[in-house]
């Protein structure tokens, strides 16, 4: 399975439920990347999304404890669940928050990742996977610049 995450210089992704720093042409490449895709995301960052609605043209796979329906969306209650009905789809990536990357961790086998040269201050982080041996960036694009930041695309690929 694979996932998509942003993340700055010190891995951390986000603070108080939302990103602190977004890169525009970050929103455009994890557009591009989910297009056409199911997507397992958390309720607490659906409702970070702008509108707090289901991703439009993927199909989105909603983790939440709570007995909701959501329109557009098909809701799990368990990870298990979420895995289950991912496998209708040919393609499916996790796309956070913070609890569903620490819990879908163990079925990545490759993650996309976009590296913002900044640290402001984060309360969530994902892992280091420069630390981490069973994983290798096997690509990496050519170092990008919005408004004096620097950003950078990567794909991470399990060992
Ligand atoms: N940098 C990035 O690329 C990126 C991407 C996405 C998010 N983020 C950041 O991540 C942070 C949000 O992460 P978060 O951990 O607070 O929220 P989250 O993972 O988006 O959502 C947490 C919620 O998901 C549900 N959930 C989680 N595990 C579950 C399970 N096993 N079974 C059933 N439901 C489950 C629960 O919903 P209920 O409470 O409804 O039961 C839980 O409260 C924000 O700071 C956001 O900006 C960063």
Redesign the pocket.
Same mark, same amino acid.
């Given at each position: 399975m694979d996932a998509i995450?942003?993340?700055y210089s010190d891995w951390g992704?986000?603070?108080r439920? $939302?990103?602190p720093l977004v890169i525009p042409a970050d929103r455009k490449h994890f557009r591009d990347l989910t297009q056409g895709a199911a997507v397992i995301?958390?309720?607490?960052?659906l409702g970070?999304v702008p509108g707090g609605r289901p991703l439009k043209g993927r199909h989105n796979i909603v983790?939440?404890?709570?007995p909701i329906t959501i329109e557009g969306a098909e809701v799990a209650?368990? $990870?298990e669940e979420a895995l289950e009905l991912a496998r209708q789809y040919d393609r499916c990536l996790v796309?956070?928050?913070?609890?569903?990357f620490r819990?879908f961790f163990p079925h990545m086998d490759r993650v996309f990742i976009t590296k913002i040269d900044a640290a402001p201050h984060s309360d969530?982080f994902f892992p280091d996977l420069d630390a981490d041996p069973n994983w290798i960036c096997t690509e990496e694009s050519e170092h990008a610049e919005h408004e004096g930041v620097g950003y950078w695309f990567c794909t991470y690929e399990r060992t």
């Open positions: 995450v942003a993340v992704i986000g603070a439920g $939302t990103q995301v958390g309720r607490k960052t970070d983790i939440t404890r709570q209650h368990t $990870t796309i956070g928050g913070d609890s569903v819990q969530v």
